[in-house]
């Protein structure tokens, strides 16, 4: 009789071990749905940043340079001689004194620009040279003007400049930007 009442015990000590395994499962289960979920929320919250909003995105492109740049190497500049314009005689006399610098992709490109030089010289003139003084005295139109003269410098180097669906002139060309290191308007 002593061996009748050790299998009842062995019953009730096997059902706790069950339910403890059971509940370990149920735990984990429910850790890793918990970390499914996270990394879900997590890729439509990036998923949102990057392109959700048609207003940010449009935003963020009218700011960004036209091509991607390597980081690996570093961007090389061409200064142009100093720019000394008559500004259009709507508002009155006034001129332009503006030092510019280019940067291009690519070094031999730097070289490939003192061949081209009197073209772009030309262009940029003309450029500077009809614009009103109202025009140039924010920097949206600083900006406005910089990305005129990176189309005219890249359709000079034989890239077409193309305009897209807002009527925005968009190239492909070397020219990645158009920096002022000086600009005086009097």
Do not use: C, W
Not at 98 to 115: F, N, Q
Not at 125 to 153: C, F, H, W, Y
Not at 166 to 174: A, D, I, L, T, V
């Amino acid at each position: 009789m002593a061996k009748a009442p050790a299998k009842p015990e062995a019953a009730t000590e096997a059902a706790p071990k069950k339910k403890g395994k059971l509940l370990l499962i149920i735990v984990i289960t429910l850790l890793v749905l918990l970390i499914a979920v996270a990394g879900v929320v997590v890729l439509l919250l990036l998923k949102k940043d990057k392109g959700g909003d048609d207003h940010a995105a449009a935003a963020a492109s009218e700011q960004a340079p036209h091509s991607t740049i390597d980081l690996s190497k570093p961007p090389t500049f061409v200064p142009l001689d100093p720019f000394t314009v008559n500004l259009r005689r709507d508002e009155g006399d006034h001129y332009l004194q503006a030092v510019i610098v280019l940067r291009v992709a690519d070094p031999k490109m730097a070289d490939s620009l003192k061949a081209f030089m009197p073209e772009i010289r030309h262009r940029i003139n003309l450029l500077l040279s009809s614009k009103l003084p109202s025009e140039l005295a924010d920097t949206v139109g600083r900006e406005a003007l910089a990305e005129g003269i990176g189309n005219q410098v890249n359709e000079a180097l034989g890239f077409p400049v193309t305009t897209d669906a807002r009527g925005r002139s968009r190239s492909n060309g070397p020219i990645q930007a158009v920096l002022f290191n000086s600009f005086i308007i009097q």
